[in-house]
């Protein structure tokens, strides 16, 4: 037998997407989604060095690996991250919707201009649902989808109503989903991060306000993105067949401390 087909997640053979996959989660997901033998294809956006070095490192795991650039917010960049899906892949399995933004400026409700609003809605909630509707047309029985959220979307976020909003209708996106691909095995779930130290959140996480974070989480750590990438894996696993509908919160306790 092989060694790598005596691991407990074993996804050898298995075709899997992964979006904003040049960095942060999507990095980590797809590098951890190819150590468990999953084939992986990345969207990006536009950093295609980056995008590169994701695809090299998946490749000298011993599985096929590509990217594609594209804007998901528009239907067109959908459809060609999917087409490329469908001339590498015979198939897909798995397909993890990680793509987004949030906004660093706190910006009151009153004030936040019409282009913000209509900026984060198109790339943390158009793009995740033409990307679904791409996946669902695809996807094999039995297979997985999972959603990066964020805790913002239980909770909200003051100052950040747009983002909180976009990640709180994926929750709501989910639980109908699921059932709809239910009868066919597929599973569809949301990881809900709560603060990761990634490029993302780098400017929030300067000096006082690091220490000021790491303090309302009950087990004083900001997440990393491989603390995210482990529970993505699990729930595209037969480890988490039967869990669907449901939002993993992946956040060190923080959305229970108020």
Same mark, same amino acid.
């Given at each position: 037998?092989?060694?790598?087909? $005596?691991?407990?997640?074993?996804?050898?053979g298995?075709?899997a997407?992964v979006?904003?996959?040049?960095?942060?989660?999507?990095r980590?997901?797809?590098l951890l989604?190819?150590?468990?033998? #999953?084939?992986?294809?990345?969207?990006?956006?536009?950093?295609?060095?980056?995008a590169?070095?994701v695809?090299d490192a998946?490749?000298?795991?011993?599985?096929?690996? +590509?990217?594609?650039?594209?804007?998901?917010?528009r239907?067109?960049?959908v459809?060609?991250?999917f087409?490329r899906?469908?001339?590498?892949f015979?198939g897909?399995?798995?397909?993890?919707g990680?793509?987004?933004i +949030?906004?660093?400026?706190d =910006?009151?409700?009153?004030?936040m201009?019409?282009?913000? +609003? &209509?900026? /984060?809605?198109d790339?943390?909630? &158009?793009s995740i649902f033409?990307?679904c509707?791409?996946?669902?047309?695809?996807?094999? $029985?039995?297979?997985?989808?999972?959603? =990066?959220?964020? /805790?913002?979307?239980?909770?909200?976020?003051?100052? &950040?109503a747009?983002?909180?909003?976009t990640?709180?209708?994926? /929750?709501?996106l989910?639980k109908g989903?699921c =059932?709809?691909?239910?009868?066919r095995?597929v /599973?569809?779930?949301?990881?809900?991060?709560?603060?990761?130290?990634?490029?993302?959140? #780098?400017s929030?996480?300067?000096?006082?306000?690091?220490r000021?974070v790491?303090?309302?989480?009950?087990?004083?750590r900001?997440?990393?993105?491989?603390?995210?990438?482990?529970?993505i894996?699990?729930?595209c696993?037969?480890?988490?067949?039967?869990?669907t509908?449901?939002?993993?919160?992946?956040?060190?306790g923080?959305v229970?401390?108020?």
């Open positions: 037998m092989n060694a790598q087909d $005596d691991r407990l997640i074993n996804l050898r298995r075709s997407v979006t904003g996959g040049s960095r942060g989660v999507g980590a997901t797809a989604l190819a150590r468990a033998g #999953a084939n992986v294809g990345i969207g990006y956006r536009a950093r295609r060095d980056e590169d070095e695809v998946c490749r000298a795991l011993g599985v096929e690996a +590509w990217a594609e650039p594209g804007n998901l917010a239907p067109e960049g459809d060609a991250l087409g899906a469908d001339e590498e015979d897909l399995d798995v397909f993890v990680n793509h987004g +949030w906004p660093s400026d =910006v009151p409700l009153a004030e201009s019409d282009e913000q +609003w &209509h900026s /984060t809605l790339v943390n909630l &158009h033409y990307a509707r791409a996946a669902a047309r695809r996807i094999r $029985d039995d297979g997985r989808i999972v959603l =990066v959220g964020s /805790t913002a979307g239980q909770r909200g976020e003051a100052y &950040h747009d983002y909180a909003a990640k709180g209708a994926l /929750t709501s989910v989903f =059932v709809e691909l239910g009868p095995g /599973t569809v779930n949301v990881v809900a991060p709560g603060w990761i130290d990634t490029e993302m959140s #780098a929030a996480l300067e000096g006082d306000a690091r000021a790491e303090a309302s989480i009950p087990i004083r900001i997440a990393s993105a491989d603390d995210v990438a482990g529970p894996l699990f729930l696993s037969e480890l988490g067949r039967h869990c509908g449901e939002v993993l919160n992946v956040n060190g923080a229970l401390a108020g």
